[in-house]
């Protein structure tokens, strides 16, 4: 019997909070992913004229902080100070740098949420904790 899953309500909940917050400054644009706790994609959404490396690194920092089990920012120090790089994990699909959250509730990785765009990685970790709290965990 597989464990706790992110529930549809809760990723609706927190692409809206995060879409409508984003709105606000419509000429920053953004896109924000969620995935599920295997780093597949739950929901994404964009904001026009969002540069495409904005909206690949997106999805790839809530990959990472899903399949890690780890804040992307909190990831990649640990990395540094172990004297290795993201490419050392053998898998192209992580990424490091501040941003990608890890959604847990009790203990249990549910998945990860990201938004990338802002010049500010602090900015884009910021909505992405306006998500995490639409969620209710």
Do not use: C, W
Not at 38 to 59: P, Q
Request: overall charge negative; charged content about 20%.
């Amino acid at each position: 019997m597989p464990g706790p899953l992110l529930s549809m309500e809760q990723v609706q909940a927190a692409m809206k909070a995060m879409m409508e917050t984003a709105m606000e400054t419509p000429n920053e644009p953004v896109a924000m992913a969620i995935v599920d706790a295997t780093g597949n994609l739950e929901a994404y959404a964009k904001i026009d004229n969002l540069r495409i490396f904005s909206r690949r690194h997106a999805i790839r920092k809530a990959y990472t902080a899903a399949v890690m089990g780890q804040d992307t920012g909190a990831h990649a120090q640990r990395l540094q100070s172990q004297g290795r790089s993201i490419a050392d994990m053998g898998d192209p699909g992580l990424t490091n740098g501040q941003g990608g959250l890890v959604i847990m509730k009790d203990g249990v990785i549910l998945g990860g949420i990201r938004v990338g765009g802002y010049p500010s990685g602090q900015s884009d970790e910021d909505l992405s904790r306006v998500g995490l709290e639409a969620m209710n965990l």
